[in-house]
């Protein structure tokens, strides 16, 4: 699936989100490390993909009406096995339609459990005089409540993406602290640098979240994320 083919999708349903099935498609296609990630919209679906994924993996709910997806008990981490799946697939069903009764829930999406890293956030908003803004930051409480973040316009150069690395307060967490292993700071940069190089190339995408992006001490791979595009 190309953007062009996911935005005319969303276009055509009037959405202007795009699922986490669809935004990771497009990432990896740009070459922006994702969890590989498939939609099932039934039970047994889900039992398949996972069993051809091979386990542990992830079962997510996937629904236009739910951003915040652990919000509502729709995100189920670490199954090992098709009963698991099973359980899994119908505990997020009935979570979802208990916490949104008017959302309409297209199903859950499918993908390996990955190895926990580091958990960084990489960001793009739109301003209204600037365009294209990518942001960094560390996950978790270091973004949500210290709003510990770095900017840069874009497009970014290579030195700009070092630089919204080595700026946050938190930058020390990267290096390995209290026996965390440090961050590979070059696969950081590359995978910012992507995201720039997407936004750019896609003028459609008005905003997009990486959140959480595992670091390791070899690599990083984002394990959730959030596109919306314009309106037609
Ligand atoms: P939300 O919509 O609530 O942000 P996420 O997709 O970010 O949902 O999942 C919530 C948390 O679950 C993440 O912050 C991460 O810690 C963990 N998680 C999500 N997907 C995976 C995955 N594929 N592998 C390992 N951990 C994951
Ligand atoms: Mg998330």
Redesign the pocket.
Not at 66 to 71: F, G, L, T
Not at 111 to 116: D, E, L, R, V
């Given at each position: 699936m190309t953007f062009e083919s996911v935005l005319a999708q969303a276009r055509g349903e009037k959405r202007t989100l795009l699922s986490?099935v669809e935004a990771k498609e497009v990432l990896r296609e740009a070459g922006v490390p994702a969890?590989a990630?498939t939609l099932a919209t039934t039970r047994e679906q889900a039992r398949d993909q996972a069993e051809a994924m091979g386990y542990p993996?992830?079962l997510?709910v996937v629904s236009p009406g739910?951003?915040?997806?652990?919000?509502v008990g729709?995100?189920k981490?670490?199954l090992l096995n098709r009963d698991a799946v099973g359980a899994a697939f119908d505990e997020i069903m009935a979570n979802a339609r208990r916490a949104e009764p008017n959302a309409s829930i297209l199903g859950v999406s499918v993908?390996?459990?990955?190895?926990?890293g580091t958990?960084v956030i990489i960001g793009m908003t739109t301003d209204p005089q600037f365009g294209p803004v990518m942001m960094f930051g560390l996950?978790?409480i270091m973004v949500e409540v210290l709003k510990d973040v770095s900017f840069r316009l874009v497009p970014l150069s290579d030195r700009d993406a070092g630089q919204m690395i080595d700026e946050i307060k938190g930058r020390p967490v990267l290096s390995g602290v209290r026996g965390q292993p440090p961050a590979d700071i070059d696969a950081l940069k590359k995978a910012i640098l992507q995201v720039s190089q997407f936004v750019e190339n896609h003028p459609e995408v008005r905003e997009l979240d990486l959140?959480?992006v595992?670091a390791y001490p070899d690599g990083a791979i984002a394990?959730?994320a959030?596109i919306v595009v314009s309106e037609a």
């Open positions: 986490e969890t990630t993996v992830v997510k739910i951003a915040h997806k652990s919000d729709g995100v981490l670490n993908q390996q459990m990955a190895k926990q958990e996950g978790g959140n959480p595992f394990v959730d959030r």
